[in-house]
């Protein structure tokens, strides 16, 4: 437990510095899916858990915040701050409604934003323009407010909430997994695929699997794409499966990708994922594996070693022997 | 109940519907709260299922479907094929569309235009050093102007003015009291002013004088005054042009939300209230009202 712990507090001060300074604290739920799960593992209520939804679907892009689900139709704030933007759920189905459904972003010092999703924000007007005006100036939220949810809100089934920070000095949206550290994660990720494709070559070399641990692997020599199909579990027994955290690809022992959800880099073009260029399409195929990282294999024999960790530092691993020719 | 006049084709379209959809000339789309199910329909009852995780947005002929973590928009055809999308690095806060051209605010102030074709043909940057979100967007129905609603501390209403392929900044006006809620905005069709609702304020922009004025629709004495405020608060929500200088707003009581009415506006100044109705459609001399049970045709229109 206490490796767990000194490694979540190592990589928190190593990958997000900034975050440290920020007095933010996810309250403790009943269920979590995190950064860089794919959008749209959640239907009519229920958490699809370990399926894949396959072909191109819009919108099946990693995501940006924490799926967070509370015990009670309430969420705690997890910081102080001003509040800067506030949209309300359409009260009549003929008027548009955003998908984040009653929303607030929320101005906290060292220039961090957090946006708060799936809440009953009418109910929040409401008591504010009870306390201050009619049209409240300015919204304050303190840390440890209880927030409405109500029945369900935008995209949110009931009790479901997003939760997303972004570091406007770094311009990018943070992985807030660190923030709460109340979960006690002990269970590594699961691979399910790992595939390599030659740069220009549509060709896939599968490398998970039975056919990997009996045989070896031969390819050409080139530059290589790794994608991994992978998930985890934040919270122990939880129906909703996350994206992990970190990948690496060693080398005949040498570290070659390093690529994690720690954030999302803002682009022109969207949003940067793993390393890769903006958006966040780019990040995964349309049979949801994430592309990870490129690898260099010259001609001679190779130890390929694939180590997929989730935030708590629990590792998977997948290893293959590659004969390039 | 939904419905659209197709004024062109001589057609009114009108069934009654339960859940959540969008409709225009070419058909409608039914969707679902949790952004997973989605039906397209053809103006023939034919449907296609639409694999996305996404809300269906129609406005003056556009298709759009904005994803479900709002941060990402994509243009679809009458099969819900998508013609070209486009990712944002923050979450979109406003919307709005003419035929020719679509406008997206952001939350961190950033004002995107884009054409028919996915081109950006304007874009303001945005940044956090000072809140500059975009609370509301209006273009106009020419595409002349385009009106936003932005910052905190000043709070701003800005307008731009189409300029060769692109817009320029043409003036600003200082919004009091300030608000950090959603707004919905809208331009009458002559293009003289927007309406701009949020929460339980309507304000009045005059885009040529620049100047702001507050709604107070409780003052009003006339005919229709006894059915607004029938105690309690209420919501306002800007529609559409109804032509010339008028434009629908949507009343809804805030404890109440079946308690609706959509009134007209002339130049902010209260033309006709529809007590009941939910939504309209409008086409030269003739408005459809709709209401939750049936539809009112009001021929002879004058805006």
Redesign the interface.
């Known amino acids: 437990m206490k490796r767990v712990l000194f490694f979540c507090l190592l990589l928190r001060c190593l990958i997000v510095p900034g975050v440290d300074a920020l007095d933010f604290q996810i309250p403790e739920l009943v269920d979590m899916s995190g950064f860089g799960t794919l ?2 593992d ?4 229920q958490p699809h858990g370990k399926s894949l ?1 396959t ?7 990693p ?3 924490l799926m967070l689900k509370s015990a009670t139709a309430d969420i705690t704030a997890p910081s102080s701050g001003s ?6 759920d ?11 459904g009653g ?1 607030m ?1 929320i ?1 906290h010092p060292e ?1 961090y ?1 957090s ?1 708060i999703s799936g809440l009953d924000t ?1 109910r929040i ?2 008591s504010a ?1 009870a306390n201050q ?7 304050i939220v303190k840390k440890g407010d209880s927030l409405p949810g109500g029945s ?1 809100s ?2 949110y ?1 009931p009790n479901v909430f ?1 939760l997303r920070l ?1 570091d ?1 000095q770094n ?1 990018c ?1 943070v992985n807030p997994i660190f923030l709460s550290s109340w979960i006690r994660d002990q269970t590594p990720p699961v691979i399910r695929t790992a595939r390599l494709t030659k740069s220009g070559d549509a060709a896939l070399i599968d490398i998970s699997g039975v056919a990997a641990r009996d045989a070896r692997i031969t390819c050409a020599q080139g530059n290589y794409r790794i994608y991994i199909d992978a998930f985890d579990t934040i919270v122990p027994g939880s129906p909703l499966y996350s994206a992990p955290y970190r990948f690496l690809a060693l080398l005949d022992g040498k570290s070659v990708v390093d690529s994690s959800f720690a954030t999302a880099k ?2 022109e ?3 940067s994922f793993l390393g890769n260029a ?4 780019e990040a995964v195929t349309a049979d949801g594996l994430y592309s990870v990282g490129t690898i260099a294999l010259v001609r001679g024999e190779h130890d390929l070693q694939l180590l997929v960790s989730d935030y708590a530092g629990n590792t998977s691993m997948l290893k293959a022997s590659i004969i390039v020719r | 109940m939904l419905g659209y006049l197709d004024i062109d084709a001589s057609r009114l379209y009108a069934m009654p519907y339960q859940g959540r959809a969008v409709i225009d000339d070419r058909g409608w789309i039914a969707y679902d709260r949790l952004a997973t199910g989605m039906q397209v329909y053809g103006t023939d009852g034919k449907s296609v299922a639409l694999q996305a995780f996404a809300y269906p947005w129609f406005k003056a002929s556009w298709r759009i479907l904005v994803r479900a973590d709002q941060m990402g928009i994509a243009r679809i055809d009458e099969q819900g094929r998508i013609v070209w999308e486009r990712e944002f690095s923050m979450p979109i806060t406003a919307l709005d569309a003419s035929s020719l051209v679509l406008a997206v605010g952001l939350l961190d102030g950033a004002l995107y235009i884009f054409d028919a074709q996915g081109k950006s043909i304007f874009f303001a940057p945005g940044g956090f050093q000072e809140v500059r979100t975009i609370y509301g967007v209006a273009v106009s129905i020419d595409s002349n102007y385009v009106t936003v609603l932005k910052g905190l501390s000043p709070q701003k209403i800005e307008a731009y003015r189409q300029s060769e392929s692109s817009y320029v900044k043409i003036s600003e006006s200082t919004l009091k009291p300030e608000a950090a809620f959603q707004a919905s905005m809208a331009f009458a069709e002559d293009d003289s002013h927007v309406i701009l609702a949020r929460e339980n304020q309507l304000l009045y922009y005059n885009v040529k004088g620049n100047y702001i004025k507050q709604i107070e629709l409780n003052m009003e004495k006339n005919r229709v005054g006894e059915v607004l405020h029938k105690g309690g608060d209420v919501q306002f929500f800007a529609l559409q042009s109804t032509g010339g200088g008028t434009v629908a707003v949507l009343q809804v009581q805030a404890s109440d939300s079946l308690d609706t009415s959509i009134l007209i506006l002339r130049h902010g100044l209260l033309e006709l209230v529809a007590p009941g109705a939910v939504s309209l459609s409008v086409g030269q001399g003739t408005l459809a009202i709709l209401y939750k049970d049936g539809v009112q045709l009001v021929k002879g229109w004058q805006p």
Do not use: H
């Not at chain 1, 072909?55 to 892009?61: E, S």
């Not at chain 1, 509040?83 to 309300?88: G, L, M």
């Not at chain 1, 359409?90 to 984040?100: D, E, G, Q, R, Y």
């Not at chain 1, 903006?278 to 399409?281: C, D, E, I, M, V």
């Open positions: 959008l749209g959640v239907s009519n209520g939804q072909g191109a679907v819009y919108g099946r892009v995501r940006s915040d509040v800067i933007y506030v949209q309300a359409a009260p009549v189905k003929t008027l548009f409604s955003f998908p984040l929303a972003a101005f220039r934003v946006v009418s007007i409401q323009g005006s009619a049209t409240p100036r300015e919204l369900g935008g995209m089934p997003g972004f406007a311009l949206w803002c682009t073009d969207g949003l903006g958006s966040s399409r």
